[in-house]
């Protein structure tokens, strides 16, 4: 401290400016990163299931298809241990469950994440099951629209949950393209809200027929905004809506009971239906068991 108040004025303001964009540079990292190698945004809307831009005959054939194998997207950076955890209680639940590996180290082109997910569908459908669901955390949701609407997802899924998915961008991806583009891969400058991918995906209805469940937190501080996640034709689901008490950080949303319970009956055999606050303790006790 002696050593930088010795240093004249101007030396002062130009060392204490590097500083901040170094600052940034690590704060993009981390933050896209998201403690599990995720992205962050969210969203919200009315609690209700509205059809996408399917053609009908499409629809009836989606409508049909049974529950099948359950495919979980990590997000930014590629983690799997959290949807790890996730993945082993929709199996206890009954239900194959795969979490996808990402090309590289998940901050590439989400295009060609899109082409994993494909992928991963195609191995999952050769055992003989019409549709696979679908989990997509932090911006493996965005990878799962992106499959949907360019990658023939649309005639394989059944239903969607998105967990804080960044679907409208997220403001971290701003301030890294920005400040610091060195440190802001492909799949940052994709996220960046008003980027042309997601532009060209928010232009797009969902198709009709597949239910898409998307579910943040109010105590999101990676996403920001946390509304980034709403997506118009989904049911739309803010954790402390269900249960006022809630408190669940962005990496904290694939192991929470709350919303553990809420993915299991969001890729249940029953209708996708908007949840009440009656629902709280039945849903994070089926989270738990």
């Known amino acids: 401290m002696r050593w930088f108040s010795g240093l004249a004025p101007r030396r002062r303001a130009l060392l204490s400016g590097v500083a901040v964009l170094v600052l940034a540079m690590v704060v993009t990292v981390v933050v896209l990163a998201g403690g599990d190698g995720t992205a962050a945004v969210s969203a919200q809307e009315p609690l209700t ?5 399917a053609s009908p005959s499409r629809s009836a054939t989606a409508a049909a298809k049974r529950p099948g194998p359950v495919l979980l997207v990590p997000g930014y950076g590629g983690g799997r241990s959290a949807l ?3 993945a082993a209680r929709i199996r206890h639940a009954g239900r194959q469950a795969e979490v996808v ?12 994440q899109a082409k994993a997910l494909q992928s991963a569908a195609a191995r999952a459908l050769r055992g003989g099951a019409s549709s696979v669901d679908v989990v997509g955390y932090s911006a493996g949701g965005v990878v799962v629209r992106l499959w949907l609407a360019e990658f023939g997802g649309d005639r394989e899924a059944r239903r969607v949950v998105s ?3 960044p679907l409208h961008g997220a403001d971290i991806a701003a301030v890294g393209a920005a400040l610091a583009p060195d440190a802001c891969p492909v799949a940052c400058q994709q996220l960046v ?3 042309s991918l997601l532009n060209r995906l928010n232009a797009q209805p969902l198709p009709t027929g597949i239910g898409w469940m998307s579910i943040w937190t109010t105590d999101d501080k990676t996403v920001t905004p946390p509304e980034s996640a709403r997506l118009t034709g989904a049911v739309n689901v803010v954790a402390q809506d269900i249960c006022p008490n ?6 904290g949303l694939p192991t929470d009971a709350l919303v553990t319970g809420l ?7 029953g209708p996708l239906t908007a949840p009440h606050r009656a ?5 994070r006790s089926r989270g738990r068991a």
Request: charge should be negative; glycine fraction near 18%.
């Open 49 to 53: 299931l509205k059809p996408g831009g």
């Open 84 to 86: 790890n955890q996730l």
């Open 101 to 112: 590996q990402l090309p590289g180290d998940g901050t590439g082109d989400l295009n060609l």
């Open 163 to 165: 967990l804080g998915s």
């Open 193 to 195: 809200p008003g980027s």
């Open 246 to 251: 809630e408190f669940v950080s962005h990496s």
């Open 263 to 269: 993915v299991l009956a969001a890729i249940g055999s």
């Open 279 to 283: 629902d709280c303790a039945r849903l």
